[in-house]
């Protein structure tokens, strides 16, 4: 069974600073993704990522991938405000997609 | 403009009464999927369709019923709600044939069961 696990779940940081949310997910899979929420609205993709390796950003963020540790990275570089939202990886193959439970980012001026 | 729209976007209910919450695409997309969102769960897949009249059940299916008829829609069943379907409700879709999945994903239905 396929599990994926996020941390961490919640993370307050100064505007400028640098961190990093972790994605681990507990079999082999096709594809990842990384997805934005912002409170109240939907879900908003923000990466897919394909293969070992891949690295995608955009912005001040930029999404990872090591397929043989099973492990995915998002990194913040210099944090604003509008980052502030709800982060979620997803893992999965073309019929079923697995949700970590979020990281909750809340940048302070 | 592509999306996915659904409908309602809130709703209050009261225990045992039949609700639908309708789901429409207009990509073309073959998949299609519904997900229910909780505190502290993330997002749990509760059915999933691959095609036209090819469902399948995902995580969290009891209690819930879908049906694909048509490309487009894919409306999400409660025979008989209850307290615990309480919850934030998405739609998503996607194409297969690019290889990848990217979802889409609806505005969200609100759901209160009492």
């Known amino acids: 069974e396929l599990k994926v696990e996020q941390n961490p779940l919640f993370l307050s940081m100064q505007e400028g600073k640098n961190y990093t949310i972790y994605c681990n997910y507990s079999?082999?899979?096709?594809?990842l993704y990384w997805y934005r929420q912002d409170p109240g609205k939907s879900l908003e993709s923000l990466f897919v990522l394909l293969s070992n390796g891949a690295v995608k950003q955009e912005g001040r963020l930029m999404a990872s991938l090591d397929t043989k540790a099973r492990l995915s990275t998002l990194h913040i570089t210099a944090a604003v405000h509008d980052l502030s939202a709800t982060y979620f990886c997803?893992?999965?193959?073309?019929?079923?997609?697995?949700f970590g439970k979020g990281t909750k980012l809340t940048v302070n001026p | 403009e592509a999306q996915v729209t659904q409908n309602p976007r809130y709703l209050i209910t009261v225990t045992g009464k039949k609700l639908t919450v309708t789901c429409s695409q207009n990509?073309?997309?073959?998949?299609m999927s519904w997900y229910r969102q909780d505190p502290g769960l993330g997002l749990r897949q509760i059915y999933y369709?691959?095609?036209?009249?090819?469902?399948d059940k995902g995580d969290v299916p009891e209690g819930y019923k879908v049906s694909r008829k048509e490309k487009r829609n894919f409306p999400l069943i409660l025979e008989s709600p209850s307290p615990n379907q309480t919850s934030l409700y998405f739609c998503a879709s996607s194409p297969v044939d690019r290889g990848y999945t990217e979802a889409f994903f609806g505005q969200g239905t609100r759901l209160t069961v009492v």
């Open positions: 997803a893992v999965g193959g073309s019929e079923k997609l697995v």
């Open positions: 369709s691959m095609n036209v009249e090819a469902t």
């Open positions: 990509m073309n997309h073959e998949y």
């Open positions: 079999t082999t899979s096709d594809r």
